[in-house]
């Protein structure tokens, strides 16, 4: 079990079959930085392509279609301390009549807000623009947007969007703690990370996060023979499941069928046991209703299943 420290040099705005930047093993720990959402890294520079540039690939080495890569994300801390985030609404997530009311830019260009990131005080306060929110102090969640695993059949997937493989979820339960599952698609896995967001509302209903880079160390557990179709998580409280689409209706789907899986396959549940834990219990979550792929999260607590791992 090795400790892994990477200094990015190149970014990727595709999950694909890309050359690895690091060959990791089961068990090992990487720390690592990402840039923001535009590219711009740690010092304020910008260093890669818009949009969700990725830090990796990195290859673990024994991963085959087939099995899941476990990623517990151990630590997840803004590096600087300028954010930036949109400051309209995503038109989708109002009513149509109401579009032409939102605050639309005269000039066509977007108006970004500028926030102040302290990350030893666990906050972000709101600078520019000026507003009634005028000195708006939050406390921040910091997270990751994206991330995710090469998919299958050679695809090279842009981050703006999710998949079975994961990609640009915006669920802002992806924090420090965590655990992440991707079903592995291709030899070595090829794990992707980015799009780190200080704080995050459900759904990403305006496009973006507190858009920041990030210092980021995660440790890798290979589950070899171990069967997954979607990405799924876990933390002290919860398991959760989640389904990449669009319509909405089809993320539910995905991400309810996933946790059945996964109750039958770990909980020893059966079909009729599964229904009626779900139809009382199940917590839906938005991750993201902004991107051509939305996201639903479905959620279950662990004191519902304390006595029933096999």
Not at 91 to 108: I, K, Q, S
Not at 186 to 191: E, T
Request: net charge negative; glycine share 10%; aromatic share 8%.
């Amino acid at each position: 079990m090795t400790l892994h420290t990477f200094q990015p040099t190149r970014y990727y705005t595709t999950l694909g079959s890309h050359e690895p930047v690091l060959r990791i093993a089961d068990g090992d720990t990487v720390e690592t930085t990402t840039v923001d959402a535009r590219g711009y890294d740690a010092r304020g520079e910008e260093v890669a392509a818009r949009f969700n540039a990725q830090t990796g690939p990195f290859y673990v080495e024994g991963a085959e279609p087939g099995d899941t890569l476990a990623v517990l994300l151990e630590r997840i801390r803004p590096n600087r301390t300028h954010g930036w985030s949109s400051t309209m609404l995503a038109p989708n997530v109002v009513d149509p009549t109401f579009v032409p009311e939102l605050p639309w830019p005269a000039d066509g260009n977007q108006l970004l807000a500028a926030w102040h990131v302290d990350a030893d005080a666990g906050t972000a306060r709101l600078l520019s623009p000026d507003s009634a929110l005028g000195g708006l102090t939050l406390p921040i969640q910091p997270m990751l947007g994206c991330f995710g695993v090469a998919p299958a059949g050679g695809q090279a997937i842009s981050t703006a969007t999710s998949a079975e493989h994961g990609g640009n979820m915006d669920y802002r339960g992806f924090v420090a703690g965590v655990t992440a599952y991707f079903p592995v698609f291709v030899p070595g896995a090829l794990f992707f990370l980015g799009d780190g967001h200080a704080l995050q509302g459900d759904g990403e209903i305006a496009g973006t996060g507190i858009e920041i880079s990030m210092d980021v160390r995660f440790r890798i557990r290979l589950l070899k023979g171990k069967r997954s179709r979607w990405p799924r998580g876990e933390h002290n409280d919860a398991i959760f499941t989640l389904g990449n689409a669009r319509p909405l209706d089809q993320c539910v789907q995905h991400a309810t069928t996933e946790m059945v899986r996964w109750l039958r396959d770990d909980y020893g549940l059966d079909g009729l046991s599964a229904s009626i834990l779900l139809g009382q219990a199940v917590v839906y979550e938005l991750g993201n209703i902004f991107d051509p792929a939305y996201t639903m999260v479905c959620k279950l607590s662990k004191s519902l299943l304390a006595t029933r791992a096999s």
